[in-house]
């Protein structure tokens, strides 16, 4: 069965030090996409970046970037220069087919 | 470009009665999905629609939960009746069809998503 988990209901990161949030996935399927996405308080989804099982080089979106490993099945999300508005919870996600898997989120606090 | 469009943004209503929520996805793309977000369950796909039509509503949890498409630029998710265990976050989200020349061309965009309180 596929599964999303992470680790760390609770973070918190200094203003304008990187983060780096964990995911890790199981699953026997060879052609599959993570994504992140972020969740304000204000409640709505915000896709944040892709990866593609297949894909070589780990994706960047500017500030962020996904640390890819495929052999360890994790996908953590690397956030640089955290800014206030950063804070948020984040889901990771699994797409098999058209159908996205969430993880339980983390979320993040970053401190002035 | 205008994103998912959901309404009403909050609904509040009694047990038994009935709750229409109201989604129109990006222009353009031939994916629509309904998820429902609670603190017990996380995040979980109800159903989707392929070109209007419904492709997997495995996720739907009763039967006092329906979902109609029809036409490309609307969506409706109705329960009735409502109980007070329907109380969630509910979303919609779009996406385009799958390039595969492009991957992550089908990313899924959401809307704000409607909170739903069912007293």
């Known amino acids: 069965a596929q599964k999303i988990t992470q680790t760390q209901p609770g973070m918190f990161v200094q203003e304008k030090e990187a983060v780096t949030l964990d995911c890790t996935y199981d699953t026997s399927d060879q052609s599959y996409g993570l994504f992140w996405y972020k969740q304000p308080s204000s409640g709505e989804m915000i896709f944040l970046i892709y990866?593609?099982?297949?894909?070589?080089q780990n994706a960047t979106e500017g500030r962020y970037s996904l640390n890819f490993q495929k052999a360890r099945k994790s996908a953590n999300l690397v956030i640089s220069a955290s800014q206030l508005g950063d804070s948020a919870m984040y889901f990771c996600?699994?797409?098999?087919?058209?159908?996205?898997?969430f993880g339980s989120g983390t979320r993040l606090l970053v401190r002035p | 470009d205008a994103g998912v469009i959901q309404s009403p943004r909050h609904e509040v209503t009694e047990m038994g009665q009935e709750v229409t929520l109201r989604c129109k996805p990006i222009?353009?793309?031939?994916?629509l999905f309904w998820y429902r977000q609670t603190m017990m369950r996380g995040l979980e796909l109800l159903i989707y629609f392929n070109n209007n039509v419904p492709i997997d509503d495995s996720g739907m949890p009763e039967d006092r939960f329906s979902a109609k498409m029809p036409n490309a630029s609307f969506s409706t998710l109705k329960i009735q009746p409502s109980e007070p265990r329907d109380s969630a976050v509910y979303f919609c989200?779009?996406?385009?069809?799958?390039?595969?020349?492009?991957?992550?061309?089908?990313?899924?965009?959401f809307g704000p998503g409607t909170r739903l309180t069912v007293l």
């Open positions: 990866q593609g099982s297949y894909d070589e």
């Open positions: 996600a699994m797409k098999r087919s058209y159908k996205l898997i």
């Open positions: 989200a779009s996406s385009p069809y799958r390039d595969n020349s492009r991957p992550g061309t089908d990313t899924q965009y």
């Open positions: 222009s353009g793309h031939d994916y």
